[in-house]
């Protein structure tokens, strides 16, 4: 099965490419190096230096033998997209390539904008060139966990059922999010099901929780096959960069009171998610949603983990409540379904205390290259 | 009051105009003549030529003694938008400024993305220069009640309240709708509904059906200034057409069985509602939704009214099933609420044979310019 792996230098991308090569797909890994330049633009770097695209494929190929194909451009540009589209006839897409960061959609007018147009630009392309040029390809588009907000009833997955005024029908779970990068997913949605409903795509959405981790089966003993590992409040996510602060010596910032609770997920998990989500394809005209975590953490319950197993590894670990820079509820009810994909067959990773001192001690090893300056940014909204 | 009227120049925009300035209101209109630019590339000009916008503006001087500002310019373009906000500081902006057709939406590639980039980016654009320059205008947006499709449930005005396992919550109506140029609409509604939660905007979102007319109280007896009268399948709204059609000989072209049912309204009713929307803004961090339209009716009832008088004032009238080459439900349950603006004093204007009578003598005087080949395009989807 041929696949084209959409951001594929990124956090999820590079881990899904090898993950998806090893297990015998043949895989062409696509990117513009967007999320890189935004790093530097930003300030932003990640704790170690990554090989480019065709330094990994080929580093790849000298562990495994195994070829990954690159194709480096943009995807808002449609002529870039229909010529991939029509060269590669892939039978599924992996859509990872949007910018990513909440506070990095809040930060100003350009930051905002830039967001907005890529996002549905390449959603929209990649609708476009698949019913083009590949029509029976299937797309397993990443959304998030972020779409739905925080609701007072129970979140279903991507679905609900509404009884109104004795009369009922199935509509989109409703979706209120709480920045703009996720609200772009949210409008990914929208585009993505009219076209369902349209055009007879066949899509896989995974509403992903915030991911954590480094390690993979692939990448395992050699970390120049490691993934971007941001730490800084723009691109790094929750868990990540309290380890890191920890590392660092640097207060734990936790935003208002901490209550905020979310579905999180290794990045093993996610490989597996996106792995059997393409094993199992949905039926033309299908738009299939997932909520993809493995387990709900407050802010709070993260930082006592990671100060727990600091204290643990000799570090000196405090946990420092800000005032909270975004608008969102401290306090909440949350209670997500998420048996889709153990239904398919995922083994999930829970997060134990070895699996955070391991990474830890990778962290601790890196530990002279973390800039102090790049943890904490201060992006309101 | 300043009001900005964005797309000052179209069916809806320069009627805005007129009625706001002759109720006292200081107007400025802002249009960069796409929808002209659009009509020309596809061959489907009005059925009467229309003068500029700062012809119309002298007219309308000349007429009433009232001066009308005009700006010309895209309000993609951030930095004309910033520029008009800046230097005018609006109370107010109503917001007609989209591609609004949805056969245009789903012609080709090009077509598509031009919808969806321009009326993201102009809905964006003002989202972001209401806040950074006149933070407590009043932002007058027109959606469309084809946002919410045909559900088989009762259409509320833009909210529902679920219930759903013992617990309850207010969300967003589920909106699902047919065509892209309607999906841009739900995406803008997801993006002010972001924005109002998240700056605390104020925001009046107007689900408008498919409005018909050509007279109202500022343009009687001056067909100069008459709004753009559009009769082809791209640009031409569904009564408009038949009557058109109706006049040229031509068969009503009703799309399948024909029992697809909306709500219609005047032109002189959509300026009541837009005014009276302005007179009764909503509070900060509101997002008010009305449903803007008077009337339902089916593609057959409208054929029949026409065919009804067309045959009174001697026109042979035909009726004529084509396969539909849209994809929508031809018969549904429809039962939208509609009374948050009759109770804020809208007097509606129904339609009634009288009017039908009316406005086809208009066109009959217009027949030499009928252009047939301009009337059915085929654009499928």
Chains 1, 2 share one sequence.
């Not at 929780?209 to 003993?221: D, K, R």
């Not at 983990?305 to 009810?333: A, S």
């Not at 829970?350 to 955070?356: C, F, I, N, R, S």
Request: hydrophobic share 35%; with cysteine.
């Amino acid at each position: 099965m041929k696949v084209l792996v959409l951001g594929a230098d990124g956090y999820l991308g590079w881990p899904t490419c090898m993950n998806l090569s090893r297990l015998g797909y043949d895989v062409i890994g696509v990117d513009n190096y967007l999320r890189r330049t935004l790093c530097l633009q930003e300030d932003c770097d990640p704790l170690f230096a990554v090989p480019n695209l065709q330094q990994r494929a080929e580093l790849w190929k000298q562990k495994t033998g195994k070829n990954i194909g690159i194709e480096i451009g943009d995807l808002c540009d449609w002529g870039f997209v229909e010529r991939i589209f029509d060269h590669h006839q892939p039978d599924a897409v992996v859509h990872y390539a949007e910018q990513p960061s909440a506070p990095y959609s809040q930060k100003d007018y350009d930051t905002a904008y830039l967001t907005l147009h890529n996002n549905l630009a390449v959603t929209f392309n990649v609708i476009q060139a698949v019913h083009a040029h590949a029509p029976s390809c299937h797309i397993v588009k990443l959304g998030t966990m972020g779409e739905y907000g925080t609701p007072n009833i129970d979140i279903e997955e991507g679905w609900i059922e509404i009884e109104h005024k004795g009369r009922q029908d199935r509509f989109l779970f409703p979706r209120q999010a709480s920045s703009l990068y996720h609200t772009t997913k949210v409008m990914d949605t929208d585009l993505l099901w009219f076209y369902v409903r349209t055009w007879g795509l066949r899509v896989t959405d995974l509403m992903q929780g915030p991911v954590y981790g480094l390690e993979t089966e692939e990448n395992a003993g050699d970390e120049r096959l490691y993934p971007f590992f941001n730490y800084d409040e723009l691109f790094g996510t929750a868990l990540n960069r309290f380890m890191v602060q920890a590392v660092a010596g640097y207060p734990l910032t936790v935003y208002g009171k901490g209550g905020q609770t979310r579905g999180y997920i290794h990045l093993m998990d996610t490989l597996q998610c996106v792995e059997l989500s393409l094993r199992h394809p949905p039926k033309e005209g299908e738009m299939r949603i997932f909520n993809q975590f493995t387990e709900t953490f407050s802010v709070n319950d993260l930082a006592q983990m990671v100060k727990k197993t600091g204290n643990e590894l000799g570090l000196d670990v405090k946990i420092q409540h800000l005032e909270n820079p975004r608008k969102e509820m401290e306090n909440h009810y949350y209670n997500p379904a998420h048996t889709g994909l153990v239904e398919l067959g995922l083994k999930p990773h829970k997060l134990t205390e070895q699996m955070l001192t391991d990474m830890m001690r990778t962290i601790i090893r890196y530990k002279d290259g973390i800039e102090r300056q790049r943890i904490f940014r201060n992006v309101k909204w």
